[in-house]
């Protein structure tokens, strides 16, 4: 579990530097500081895997049977948002923090097929993390709202959440996860 902590404290870290640091985030350097904040980041995401799959399975709560369906439709939706941020389609000019609404939608959904104490520190810390940001990002930059993008842009988002979702699939299931079940309990 301390490896999963540490993971996630680096990935809070590398992400907010700037938000609540940015004097010595900017004493980094330009491209020094894009380095070092990429470095903490991917040494989160390795700690958080090698943490989370080593840690010990502490049950906390019980998942409803059929969450896992309900998991793989809010994945879904999820991606969608990680990829709407980036095409710049309708979507993104209606909701400010795309990205960081698909992180909160996947850690939540994550929470509904995972009652252990591990899931609750990896997936509740990454959607208070996601909350958090949308705080501090809104706090210090005003939105200028854009125009919406053209709706063909938007089901490009559409195809890469599902092309991703087939992919994360594959992985769950090569991992010995699979998400198809309905429910992981």
Do not use: C
């Amino acid at each position: 579990m301390t490896l999963l902590i540490i993971g996630l404290i680096l990935w809070v870290l590398s992400h907010t530097l700037k938000r609540i640091a940015p004097g010595p985030r900017a004493a980094m350097g330009d491209q020094a500081g894009k380095g070092i904040v990429a470095l903490m980041a991917l040494a989160g995401i390795v700690l958080m895997v090698i943490g989370y799959r080593g840690a010990e399975v502490v049950p906390v709560y019980a998942p409803l049977p059929g969450m896992g369906h309900l998991n793989n439709l809010l994945m879904l939706i999820a991606l969608f948002f990680f990829a709407a941020g980036s095409v710049k389609g309708v979507v993104a000019s209606k909701v400010r923090h795309n990205m960081l609404t698909g992180l909160v939608i996947w850690a939540l959904s994550h929470l509904l097929v995972n009652g252990d104490l591990a899931s609750i520190v990896l997936f509740g810390g990454l959607a208070l993390y996601a909350v958090a940001s949308m705080y501090l990002i809104s706090r210090a930059v005003p939105w200028d709202r854009p125009a919406p993008g053209p709706l063909k842009n938007d089901m490009k988002a559409v195809v890469a959440a599902v092309v991703l979702y087939a992919v994360i699939a594959a992985i769950h299931w090569w991992l010995g996860y699979n998400p198809f079940l309905g429910t992981y309990s």
